[in-house]
């Protein structure tokens, strides 16, 4: 049994003095109870104890990208589709080995960041050309590695992606390490559950139809069958030319097409969502679906702002992921959220409610929903839930040894956790100590040996 004495902790009933935790060998919280002056010697002795939330969104692969996609393109004004085909030329390179070391280094950085678990929107099943391979699974199982390597808890979700647009027309170039139709999909998902199995107790599978532009609509019907009581993960409504072709072919506006068309309920998450209408943001409220945020990547991509005070006060769940992993950081996501709102509507403070601030308002709904949207018993400190635990030092000049929201606030806005993780557990085990991964160095330099061999010519 491990034992954890918090000075302060962020539970269920709010904010705690003096806790004690401890963690059952099942990796799950076995008693939550306060330390008073008899607690053990031997308990792990923390300042601050938060519930570490899952990023619910990640394409692992791309974080071999980061950086490299900040010129211009040959297009007046750039955008997402510029940035989408330099990602395509950059699949031609990546092998299973690649993969494996780039995913290592992705959720290392997760852990060290603060998060306890990953949701993966995974994509990247074929061989160069669209060639499966003989473990038609082969893919799946290089992220159940690195998940495994890591210590980090995962939710695989193998994505089904069919066609290269509403047209229907198919896939080219790199797209096609993507394809599937349903058939090829429904034995991916076969296999890669069957691995996902053969992983940790607290890993677990979802499935993800990729968006309304890849996948019809007779097979976005078919799938949800496959997933049993699993999530179901989809981009929506990201770019402005993505809600332009949809209306062009379909007829409707994606947000208002899928809750027209779909039975969306609190299995689903919906990426992005940055183009939505007001009665679309309170429609999708009403559902119980995540709505799944990735504010620096939206950033990134110009993709455009998400409707975060409609959806809150219409009692929406929002969680974030890091998405295409150019800069993993928990508090930088959160950060971002809000001053876009901000940006927006030229005010402060637009997150937060009057009886909690900002900060606490965005981590008590990314720790929920972050939970919801992997089908994962965690993002509260309560007794049977999995152990995904962040400790933070409060004696330094970001956090100056606050209390309660204020603290929260600090730790996002003005820290934005610099220097203050120490530590992380994953379904108790303790991956990050002194705010170093316990297998940094081996992870980084399996990651910079790739980088070399794939050179930054793409």
């Known amino acids: 049994m491990k034992e954890i004495h918090a000075s302060q902790a962020l539970t269920t009933s709010g904010w705690v003095n003096d806790l004690s935790v401890s963690i059952g060998e099942d990796g799950r919280i076995a008693h939550v109870s306060p330390a008073g002056s008899a607690a053990k010697v031997a308990a792990e002795r923390v300042d601050l104890l938060l519930p570490a939330p899952v990023n619910l969104h990640s394409h692992a692969f791309q974080r071999a990208m980061a950086g490299l996609t900040e010129t211009r393109g040959p297009d007046p004004r750039d955008s997402f589709w510029t940035w989408r085909r330099l990602m395509y030329r950059f699949l031609d390179r990546l092998t299973p080995d690649h993969v494996e070391a780039i995913a290592a280094l992705a959720f290392m950085e997760m852990l060290e960041a603060g998060y306890g678990a990953v949701t993966e929107f995974h994509y990247l099943h074929h061989d160069v050309g669209g060639r499966p391979y003989a473990n038609l699974a082969e893919m799946a199982e290089r992220i159940r590695a690195a998940a495994e390597a890591t210590g980090i808890g995962l939710t695989l979700l193998p994505v089904l992606y069919t066609y290269g647009g509403c047209d229907r027309r198919p896939l080219e170039g790199g797209q096609k390490r993507f394809g599937c139709n349903t058939d090829l999909y429904a034995d991916l998902f076969a296999d890669s559950a069957a691995s996902i199995a053969k992983g940790r107790g607290d890993f677990g599978i979802g499935i993800a139809p990729h968006s309304l532009r890849a996948v019809s609509p007779e097979a976005l019907a078919s799938v949800q069958t496959l997933g049993s009581d699993g999530p179901i993960h989809m981009h929506l409504a990201e770019q402005v030319a993505e809600v332009e072709e949809l209306e062009t072919h379909i007829g409707a506006r994606p947000v208002d097409w899928l809750l027209a068309n779909t039975a969306v309920d609190d299995r689903w998450c919906l990426i992005h969502c940055t183009q939505m209408t007001r009665n679309e943001t309170n429609a999708l409220a009403a559902t119980g679906a995540v709505a799944g945020l990735c504010p620096i990547t939206e950033s990134s991509l110009g993709d455009g702002i998400f409707n975060g005070p409609t959806f809150r006060d219409a009692g929406g769940k929002f969680g974030v992921g890091s998405d295409s992993n150019i800069h993993i950081s928990l508090w930088e996501e959160l950060a ?55 400790a933070i030092s409060t004696d330094n000049e970001w956090l100056c040894n606050r209390r309660g929201d204020t603290l929260l606030d600090s730790l996002i806005f003005t820290g934005r956790g610099r220097n203050c993780v120490t530590d992380v557990w994953s379904a108790g085990r303790h991956m990050v100590n002194d705010g170093r991964h316990t297998s940094r160095d081996a992870i980084v330099s399996a990651y910079a040996s790739v980088v070399k061999e794939l050179g930054q010519d793409i």
């Open 336 to 390: 971002t959220l809000e001053y876009s709102q901000r940006l927006r509507d030229r005010s402060r403070a637009v997150m937060a409610e009057p009886e909690r601030s900002t900060g606490r308002v965005l981590y008590d709904a990314i720790a929920q929903a972050g939970a919801q949207a992997a089908g994962r018993s965690s993002g509260q400190i309560a007794e049977g839930q999995i152990a995904d635990l962040i």
